[in-house]
C-alpha cells in the first residue's frame, strides 16, 4: 500500500476499485486458513475420493482392491456435536441479570435486566446464530458473531377515504369532486414518487366510490440482531490480527440476497437504485460474483447443487478510518465485486469506533486468532487409527464369508456358493485360500 494514512482517511465517497483490491489481498492471506478449514470440514462429514456411498472403495486404484471397506468413524462429529449441546444448554440455562452497584441502583438493575431479557427473547435467529457460531468456533477452530440493529418495514396498502382526505387538504377533495384537471396535479404533489398512472387511478376511485387505496409503510422489526459468520469464506479479514478482532484495519462480510429483496432495500435501507439495477443485470447475464474459493457443498449429498443460484453477492467492508478532526471512525460500504458503483457509504451509528463483531476461539496458543486448533485437528489421528483397525475387522470379515479360492488354470468352476457342487480330478486341486487368524488387538485399540 502505498499511503496508508490517505487510504485509511475518511472519505465521503468510496474508492470501489481499491476496495476490490483489499479484498483479494486478504482472501489470498487467508488462503492457508481455507485450506486448514478445508480440511476440517472433510473430516467431520467423512468427506474423501473414492468412497462411495455404501461406504465401499470405488475406482481402479482402491486399495487394497475394489469394494473394500471405507467406513467413516464419526468420532470427530460426535465430538463437536456434544460439545456443542453443552455450549447450547449452557446459553439456554443461564441467567441474565444486571446487579446493581449502588442502593439506589435497584430499581433501575431490575429495569435493565428485563430489558436484556427481552432483548434475546426478541431475536428469533438466537439460537440458530449460537448453534453455526459453536459449529465453526469448535470445527475450525475460530469463529466469528456479528451484532446489528434490524429496521424493516413493511409496505402494504391502506384505505384512504374523501373524509380522511378532507382533514387534511380541503381544496383538493374540492378539485377532485369538480373533476378539475389540476387534481391529479395535486394528488401528484400530495405523494411524491407515486407514478402518474396509479395518481390518476386514486382520482377516479375518489370520485367514483368515495375511498382508494394508498400504498404505505409500517416497521414490523426494530431490533437488535445477530449472525455467525464462518471465516474465510462469509467474513474476510487480515490474517495477521492480534488478540482481536477489533484490531483489524478492515473486516468484509458476504452477503447474498435475492433481487427481490434488493429492490426492496432501496425503499428501506436506501441502497441506490442505478447500483442495484445494475447488479441485478449482472445477475441476469449470467455473471456471478467473482471469487478465488469455491462454495462450501454440506452435506456431500448435495455438492452437485448451486446453493448460491439466482442469488446476487454483496459485500459490507467495515473500515476503520480517521476523519479531519482526527477522530476514530467505523464506515460501512456496501458494493458488488461485479459492479462499479456502490450500494450505500455511511459512518457506522452504533458502533463509536467499534466494529459489530466478537471473534471466539476455541483456544489460545498466542496472540493470534487463527492459530486456535479446531476439533477435527485435534482429533484427525485417533479418528484415522480407528479407521484403519474398523476397516480391517470388516474387509477380514468379508475374506472370512466369501475367501478367495483357487483353481487349475483353464478349469473355473461354473458356480461358487453354498450348496455347490464342483468336480475335481484329485483332492485339493479345487480349495479356498488360507485367511489370517482373528485377532482382538484391533478391538483393543478402538476402546482404547
Given at each position: 500500500?502505498?499511503?496508508?494514512?490517505?487510504?485509511?482517511?475518511?472519505?465521503?465517497?468510496?474508492?470501489v476499485?481499491?476496495?476490490?483490491g483489499?479484498?483479494?489481498?486478504c482472501r489470498?492471506?487467508?488462503?492457508?486458513f481455507k485450506d486448514?478449514?478445508?480440511?476440517?470440514?472433510d473430516?467431520?462429514?467423512?468427506v474423501?475420493?473414492?468412497?462411495?456411498?455404501?461406504?465401499r472403495?470405488?475406482?481402479?486404484?482402491?486399495?487394497p482392491?475394489?469394494?473394500?471397506?471405507?467406513m467413516q468413524?464419526g468420532?470427530?462429529d460426535?465430538s463437536i456435536?456434544e460439545?456443542v449441546?453443552?455450549?447450547?444448554?449452557s446459553?439456554s440455562a443461564s441467567?441474565l441479570?444486571?446487579?446493581?452497584?449502588e442502593a439506589?441502583d435497584i430499581?433501575v438493575?431490575?429495569?435493565?435486566?428485563r430489558?436484556?431479557?427481552?432483548?434475546?427473547?426478541?431475536?428469533?435467529?438466537?439460537?440458530?446464530?449460537?448453534?453455526?457460531?459453536?459449529?465453526?468456533?469448535l470445527t475450525?477452530?475460530?469463529g466469528?458473531?456479528?451484532v446489528?440493529?434490524?429496521?424493516k418495514?413493511?409496505?402494504?396498502?391502506?384505505?384512504l377515504?374523501?373524509?380522511?382526505?378532507?382533514?387534511q387538504?380541503?381544496?383538493?377533495?374540492e378539485?377532485?369532486m369538480?373533476?378539475?384537471?389540476?387534481?391529479?396535479?395535486?394528488?401528484?404533489?400530495a405523494f411524491?414518487?407515486?407514478?402518474?398512472?396509479?395518481?390518476?387511478?386514486?382520482?377516479?376511485?375518489?370520485?367514483?366510490?368515495?375511498?382508494t387505496?394508498i400504498?404505505?409503510?409500517r416497521?414490523?422489526?426494530n431490533?437488535?440482531?445477530?449472525?455467525?459468520?464462518?471465516?474465510?469464506?462469509?467474513?474476510?479479514?487480515?490474517?495477521?490480527?492480534?488478540?482481536d478482532?477489533q484490531?483489524?484495519?478492515?473486516?468484509?462480510?458476504?452477503?447474498?440476497?435475492s433481487?427481490?429483496?434488493?429492490?426492496?432495500?432501496v425503499?428501506t435501507?436506501?441502497?441506490?437504485?442505478?447500483?442495484v439495477?445494475?447488479?441485478?443485470?449482472?445477475?441476469?447475464?449470467?455473471?456471478?460474483a467473482?471469487?478465488?474459493?469455491?462454495?462450501?457443498t454440506i452435506?456431500?449429498?448435495?455438492?452437485?447443487?448451486?446453493?448460491?443460484?439466482?442469488?446476487?453477492?454483496?459485500?459490507?467492508c467495515?473500515r476503520?478510518v480517521?476523519?479531519?478532526?482526527?477522530?476514530?471512525?467505523?464506515?460501512?460500504?456496501?458494493?458488488s465485486?461485479?459492479s462499479?458503483?456502490?450500494a450505500?457509504?455511511?459512518?457506522?451509528?452504533?458502533?463509536?469506533?467499534?466494529?459489530?463483531?466478537?471473534?471466539?476461539?476455541?483456544?489460545?496458543?498466542?496472540?493470534?486468532?487463527?492459530?486456535?486448533?479446531g476439533?477435527?485437528?485435534?482429533?484427525?489421528?485417533?479418528?484415522?487409527?480407528?479407521?484403519v483397525?474398523?476397516?480391517?475387522?470388516?474387509?477380514?470379515?468379508?475374506?472370512?464369508?466369501?475367501?478367495?479360492?483357487?483353481?487349475?488354470i483353464?478349469r473355473k468352476?461354473?458356480?461358487v456358493?453354498?450348496g455347490?457342487?464342483i468336480p475335481?480330478?484329485?483332492?485339493?486341486?479345487?480349495?479356498?485360500?488360507?485367511?489370517?487368524n482373528f485377532?482382538?488387538?484391533s478391538?483393543e485399540?478402538?476402546?482404547g
Open positions: 500500500m502505498e499511503n496508508i494514512e490517505e487510504e485509511y482517511s475518511f472519505s465521503e465517497k468510496p474508492d476499485d481499491e476496495l476490490k483489499d479484498l483479494e489481498r489470498g492471506n487467508l488462503a492457508y486448514e478449514s478445508s480440511q476440517a470440514r473430516l467431520r462429514f467423512s474423501w475420493p473414492g468412497k462411495n456411498k455404501r461406504n472403495k470405488d475406482g481402479e486404484d482402491a486399495f482392491w475394489p469394494g473394500a471397506s471405507d468413524v468420532l470427530i460426535q456435536t460439545d449441546a453443552i455450549l447450547k444448554r446459553i441467567n441479570k444486571a446487579m446493581p452497584v439506589s430499581r438493575s431490575s429495569l435493565v435486566s430489558y436484556m431479557k427481552w432483548t434475546l427473547s426478541s431475536m428469533t435467529e438466537f439460537d440458530r446464530e449460537c448453534t453455526i457460531l459453536a459449529n465453526n468456533m475450525y477452530g475460530a466469528v458473531l456479528g446489528y440493529w434490524k429496521r418495514f413493511d409496505r402494504y396498502y391502506e384505505q377515504t374523501l373524509e380522511q382526505l378532507a382533514q387538504s380541503p381544496d383538493l377533495v378539485a377532485i369538480a373533476g378539475d384537471d389540476s387534481a391529479k396535479d395535486m394528488v401528484s404533489e411524491p414518487g407515486m407514478k402518474r398512472r396509479k395518481t390518476n387511478k386514486m382520482v377516479k376511485e375518489l370520485q367514483t366510490q368515495g375511498f387505496d400504498p404505505a409503510e416497521v414490523v422489526e431490533r437488535p440482531c445477530i449472525q455467525a459468520y464462518e471465516i474465510g469464506q462469509e467474513i474476510i479479514f487480515d490474517s495477521n490480527v492480534m488478540d478482532i484490531n483489524a484495519r478492515s473486516i468484509y462480510c458476504i452477503h447474498y440476497h433481487p427481490e429483496s434488493l429492490r426492496e432495500k425503499l435501507e436506501g441502497y441506490d437504485e442505478k447500483f439495477t445494475d447488479v441485478i443485470a449482472n445477475a441476469n447475464s449470467g455473471e456471478q467473482s471469487s478465488e474459493f469455491p462454495d462450501n452435506p456431500p449429498a448435495s455438492g452437485h447443487i448451486d446453493q448460491k443460484q439466482g442469488l446476487i453477492c454483496l459485500v459490507s467495515f476503520r480517521i476523519d479531519d478532526d482526527g477522530v476514530p471512525l467505523i464506515t460501512q460500504t456496501i458494493f465485486e461485479d462499479e458503483l456502490f450505500k457509504h455511511e459512518v457506522n451509528k452504533y458502533g463509536k469506533g467499534v466494529y459489530p463483531f466478537t471473534s471466539f476461539s476455541r483456544e489460545v496458543v498466542n496472540h493470534r486468532i487463527l492459530d486456535s486448533r476439533v477435527a485437528e485435534i482429533l484427525r489421528p485417533f479418528e484415522q487409527g480407528i479407521k483397525e474398523t476397516d480391517m475387522r470388516i474387509d477380514r470379515a468379508s475374506l472370512s464369508t466369501v475367501p478367495p479360492f483357487m483353481y487349475g483353464g468352476p461354473d458356480r456358493g453354498p455347490s457342487m475335481v480330478r484329485r483332492k485339493d486341486e479345487v480349495s479356498y485360500m488360507d485367511i489370517p485377532s482382538p488387538a478391538m485399540v478402538e476402546e
